[in-house]
């Protein structure tokens, strides 16, 4: 099993649209989640983090945890052009390593 | 804020070539990290350093090795480059604190022939 799985996509939405990006990991005793957009040709970059159950909101995106069913979400609402990219699911695994998704290409077609 | 550079940006070898990618931080992060990444295989990492001295072992660590220069500077080898080895290669960096995400530089876009 990996350690951090992401739906593969990829990910079509309309302008103005609510995307949903889902992302589960193996080890229950995980504490600290982020989500990074990486565009093409480019490394990625933090968008969101979060630690506790429940949601977290930061402009357009919310993220969603929950521990118990050992997962984790990014709602992007009023999808835009700009927010055509690679999302990464990225997990703690330990003191030193934080273990990524494979990514979700989302598509946002104007 | 420079945050974390990565020289080359692009380079081509030929198999069996060796060559040096470098890393530097400007953030006084103990923890530094090497990835590659493949199409459709996400960020894997190959080795990690949590403090200027110790480096250890990801997932995909054959074929290359790094130094731990200093606290600011990470380096990764690759010995005698294979074609298996065209991938970008990221470094990264972090504060050394479970809350803390990593920071990413540009990366290196690596083609052997």
């Known amino acids: 099993q990996k350690e951090v799985e992401q739906n593969s996509g990829p990910l079509s939405v309309p302008e103005g649209a609510i995307a949903s990006l889902n992302c589960t990991y193996s080890?229950?005793?995980?504490?600290?989640f982020f989500w990074y957009r990486q565009y093409s040709g480019k490394s990625p970059e933090l968008i969101m983090s979060?630690?506790?159950?429940g949601d977290k909101e930061d402009g357009r995106f919310t993220a969603q945890l929950n521990k118990a069913s050992q997962y984790v979400s990014l709602l992007i609402r009023d999808s835009q052009p700009s927010d055509s990219a690679t999302y990464l699911c990225a997990v703690f695994i330990n003191d030193y390593k934080l273990s990524f998704g494979a990514g979700t290409t989302v598509t946002v077609r104007a | 804020n420079a945050g974390v550079t990565q020289t080359p940006k692009f380079q081509v070898l030929k198999t069996g070539q060796s060559m040096t990618l470098q890393c530097a931080q400007d953030m006084n992060h103990n923890s530094m990290y090497w990835y590659r990444q493949d199409p459709g295989m996400g960020l894997r990492l190959i080795y990690y350093?949590?403090?200027?001295?110790?480096?250890d072992k990801g997932e995909v660590p054959n074929g290359y090795n790094v130094s731990r220069l200093n606290k600011r500077e990470f380096s990764l080898r690759l010995e005698s480059a294979a074609p298996s080895q065209t991938s970008v290669y990221f470094c990264?960096?972090?504060?050394?604190?479970?809350?803390?995400?990593?920071?990413f530089g540009d990366g290196t876009r690596l083609s052997i022939l």
């Open positions: 990264a960096s972090r504060e050394d604190s479970p809350d803390q995400p990593q920071h």
């Open positions: 080890d229950r005793g995980s504490q600290s």
């Open positions: 350093s949590a403090s200027e001295g110790t480096t």
């Open positions: 979060i630690y506790s159950n």
